[in-house]
Nanobody, 122 residues
Framework: VQLQASGGGLVQAGGSLRLSCAAS????????VGWFRQAPGKEREFVST????????YYADSVKGRFTVSRDNAKNTVYLQMNSLRPEDTAVYYC????????????????WGQGTQVTVSS
């Protein structure tokens, strides 16, 4: 599976962005997809994940209520809608895919996209 994240950019605090993760290769609908982020000098951290059917979603406490993950298997794409953005959300955001039904740690993900930069100004 090849993944490509896009949709990042510069936004003011309180604004919104929608990230996309487009996949190509084996049937995308059989993979759980996760979003992670990494800020400069910090470890990569879990943001959200969505099961292959879209029926189960999980969020880090830091983004719960502000971010929404969804997927359109017909388009081989997973989305991360980010609202009420804060300066501490600034990071490179990565999407990743795994065969596990649920996974919130990066070491369980096999396939990774290249990342997209999100910068939130105060």
């Amino acid at each position: 599976v090849q993944l490509q994240a896009s949709g990042g950019g510069l936004v003011q605090a309180g604004g919104s962005l929608r990230l996309s993760c487009a996949a190509s290769g084996p049937p995308f609908s059989s993979y759980t997809v996760g979003w992670f982020r990494q800020a400069p000098g910090k470890e990569r951290e879990f943001v959200s994940t969505i099961s292959w059917s879209g029926g189960r979603t999980y969020y880090a406490d830091s983004v719960k209520g502000r971010f929404t993950v969804s997927r359109d298997n017909a388009k081989n794409t997973v989305y991360l809608q980010m609202n009420s953005l804060r300066p501490e959300d600034t990071a490179v955001y990565y999407c990743a895919a795994t065969g596990y039904p649920v996974a919130t740690t990066h070491n369980l993900y096999t396939y990774w996209g290249q990342g997209t930069q999100v910068t939130v100004s105060s």
